[in-house]
């Protein structure tokens, strides 16, 4: 009988890009426990044009997370990006996808799987939660692609949310009462076919409605 040959593992070049330092270094330790060389880049443009083909693993929790996986898709083919999302996976993880991610994980997600994940989307496979491939077979994420959008005053609303504002903040600079304008922005988060802020931005984002003029203040 033949003796079978095993071929030794293949070791990977991952960038982990997270803004918590434990989460950095817990994800690297589990990775470089499987052989693979892990590394946590202040600039990971600059890593990927370093290193001829890799994995980058990016939580995406900010719009500036959301640019950087753009800039990543578009500078080259060669570097596979996995997103981690922590909230509203069909809508995030749809996103993600059209963005440029070939993979999506929940940010919390195990050991196990975030070490297979990896390395299938190394070899070029796509991981996804089960409920965003059912989305984009779907098109669930596109619902409400052509509504109407708000008037000007909720997109300013839905603006300065993008940009990091709490309720109470707002409801300060519109004149509101926290209680009111927690109110409007469930109103308004149910004219538009969504559930959360999140998803409302991400709505917004995609709409092109952040183009559309604004003013802040009551009516």
């Keep these: 009988m033949a003796r079978r040959e095993f071929l030794p593992p293949v070791t990977l070049h991952v960038a982990v890009v997270d803004p918590l330092p434990m989460y950095r270094e817990g994800v690297a330790s589990v990775l470089s426990a499987a052989g693979h060389r892990v590394e946590t880049p202040a600039e990971v443009l ?5 290193v001829p083909r890799g994995v980058v693993l990016l939580t995406l929790e900010r719009e500036q997370d959301w640019e950087l996986l753009g800039r990543l898709r578009d500078m080259a083919a060669t570097h596979a990006v996995v997103a981690l999302i922590e909230e509203d996976p069909v809508v995030l993880g749809a996103r993600a996808v059209r ?19 990896v390395e299938a989307t190394f070899d070029g496979q796509a991981v996804l939660p089960a409920v965003v491939a059912t989305a984009l077979a779907a098109g669930a994420h596109a ?12 997109v300013s609303w839905l603006r300065q ?31 538009m076919g969504v559930s959360t802020r999140i998803q409302a931005i991400v709505r917004a984002q995609e709409q092109g409605w952040f183009g559309v003029g604004t003013d802040s203040g009551r009516s």
Excluded: H
């Excluded at 504002?165 to 109110?183: C, I, K, N």
């Design 46 to 50: 600059a890593w990927a044009r370093q």
């Design 99 to 117: 963005s440029g991610a070939q993979s999506v994980l929940p940010r919390g997600v195990a050991a196990g799987m975030l070490r297979r994940t």
């Design 143 to 154: 619902l409400g692609a052509n509504a109407k959008p708000p008037d000007p005053r909720q």
């Design 161 to 191: 949310l993008a940009e990091g504002a709490t309720v109470a903040q707002l409801a300060r600079r519109t004149g509101y009462s926290e209680r009111a304008m927690f109110r409007l922005l469930q109103g308004l988060y149910q004219e």
